[in-house]
């Protein structure tokens, strides 16, 4: 199983961590959310081929760290993935709204430009102007929405836009995410658990946790757990082949 959507820069131990991941036989999609944090980040991915490192400028950084798109455009060409980048509507960052959507718009169209990549994105409180970018750049490659929290129109949307969707212990905890994730067409559904930052029983979710998420979605879809993960496992085939 790969955990889709995890910050292993951020965890006090982050060599353990990636140490553990690559051990425990798993996989894992580690987000950046600076271009800065780039080279450093991907140490931990170094001779550990279970460790794929995303590039991203985080939609919460994006009003401060404009400036670094032009180290963005430099590092792209060293990897097929890209995040955690999207667009973030809460209050408290309406002032950067508009350099969060240059910023947005531009990562989708190097990524355009490249040819297209994998991409993680952060569609808190945004998700229908999420989708109006990828609207404008639809050659920007397979998206990957993490945690979504839009409407039921906005997640049909999404869907008929092609997007997947990771899903983690976190997001099932709630009715809404529940309900969202029981609307998703299931060969579109990844699992993230979002540690450190995303907490489950009051500790910071590790890789190795998304076991959590492949049991709630076993529930959810009325199957065994087996037969979820191995549901996931090809989904995981199939967006990495693409
Ligand atoms: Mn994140």
Same mark, same amino acid.
């Given at each position: ?23 425990? @036989?798993?996989?894992? #999609? ?30 919460? &950084?994006? @009003? !401060?760290? =404009? ?9 792209? /060409?060293?990897?097929?993935?890209? +995040?955690?980048?999207? #667009?973030?509507?809460? /209050? ?19 990524? =355009? ?20 970018? &990828?609207?404008?750049?639809? @050659?920007? +490659? ?19 836009? @092609?997007?997947?969707?990771?899903? +983690? ?5 709630? !009715? ?7 609307? #998703?067409?299931? =060969? ?31 529930? &959810?879809? +009325?199957?065994? !757990?087996?037969?979820?993960?191995? !549901?996931?496992?090809?989904? =995981? ?6």
């Amino acid at each position: 199983m790969i955990d889709f959507h995890c910050h292993l820069d951020l965890y006090s131990e982050p060599f353990a961590i990636a140490a553990q991941v690559q051990e425990r @036989g798993m996989g894992a #999609l580690s987000v950046t959310t600076t271009p800065a944090a780039w080279q450093g980040t991907k140490r931990l991915g170094a001779s550990r081929p279970a460790i794929r490192t995303a590039l991203g400028l985080h939609p919460q &950084l994006a @009003g !401060a760290r =404009e400036h670094e798109l032009a180290l963005f455009d430099r590092f792209l /060409p060293e990897t097929r993935f890209v +995040g955690e980048v999207g #667009l973030d509507g809460s /209050p408290e960052l309406l002032e950067s709204w508009d350099a969060q959507v240059r910023v947005f718009d531009h990562v989708l169209a190097q990524c =355009e430009a490249a040819g297209g990549k994998v991409l993680s994105v952060h569609s808190r409180r945004a998700a229908t102007q999420v989708l109006d970018c &990828l609207d404008r750049h639809p @050659g920007a +490659g397979a998206v990957v929405l993490h945690w979504f929290s839009g409407t039921k129109a906005e997640l049909r949307r999404a869907v008929d836009l @092609g997007c997947w969707f990771s899903v +983690g212990p976190a997001m099932l905890n709630g !009715a809404r995410g529940r309900s969202h994730v029981a609307d #998703l067409p299931r =060969e579109r559904v990844l699992v993230e658990t979002d540690g450190p930052f995303a907490q489950y029983e009051r500790r910071p979710l590790r890789p190795w946790d998304v076991v959590i998420a492949v049991d709630r979605l076993a529930k &959810l879809w +009325g199957v065994g !757990a087996t037969s979820a993960a191995s !549901a996931l496992r090809s989904n =995981e085939t199939s967006i990495l082949a693409s």
